[in-house]
C-alpha cells in the first residue's frame, strides 16, 4: 500500500557531504512524522534525526551541527543533507514514515528498503 524510496547513498571520503532522499508513495491519506535511521555491522539501529509535519526537527547528539533533515509535504518526500562526514558515519542509512492510509484508522510504520553510505578515504 505505501512504498519508501530511497536515495542518494554512495561512497564520500571524510569530509565529504551527501544528501538523501526518501520518497513515500501509495494509498497515502496522511503523513506524519518521518525520519532516517541508520544501522552500521554489528550495531543495533539507531535514531538519526526526525522531522514532524509541522517542520519539528529532533537530532542524535552525533549528527547534531552536521546532519539537517528536511521535507517536501507537497512531495511526500524526505531530505537527510549529511555534510562534514566521519568515518564513523558509514551505515546503511533507512527511512522511515507514520502514515494513515484511507479507510484504516491506524496509523502505519513504514520503512525504506535502505542505502548504503560509506565514508572513507
Known amino acids: 500500500q505505501v512504498q519508501l524510496v530511497e536515495s542518494g547513498g554512495g561512497l564520500v571520503q571524510p569530509g565529504g557531504s551527501l544528501r538523501l532522499s526518501c520518497a513515500a508513495s501509495?494509498?497515502?491519506?496522511?503523513?506524519?512524522?518521518m525520519g532516517w535511521y541508520r544501522q552500521a555491522p554489528g550495531k543495533q539501529r539507531e535514531l538519526v534525526a526526525a522531522?514532524?509535519?509541522?517542520?519539528?526537527?529532533n537530532y542524535a547528539d552525533s549528527v547534531k551541527g552536521r546532519f539537517t533533515i528536511s521535507r517536501d509535504n507537497a512531495k511526500n518526500t524526505v531530505y537527510l543533507q549529511m555534510n562534514s562526514l566521519k568515518p564513523e558515519d558509514t551505515a546503511v542509512y533507512y527511512c522511515?514514515?507514520?502514515?494513515?492510509?484511507?479507510?484504516?484508522?491506524?496509523?502505519?510504520?513504514?520503512w525504506g528498503q535502505g542505502t548504503q553510505v560509506t565514508v572513507s578515504s
Open positions: 522531522i514532524t509535519s509541522g517542520g519539528s526537527t
Open positions: 522511515n514514515a507514520e502514515v494513515s492510509v484511507p479507510g484504516i484508522p491506524v496509523v502505519g510504520d513504514y
Open positions: 501509495g494509498s497515502i491519506f496522511s503523513i506524519y512524522a
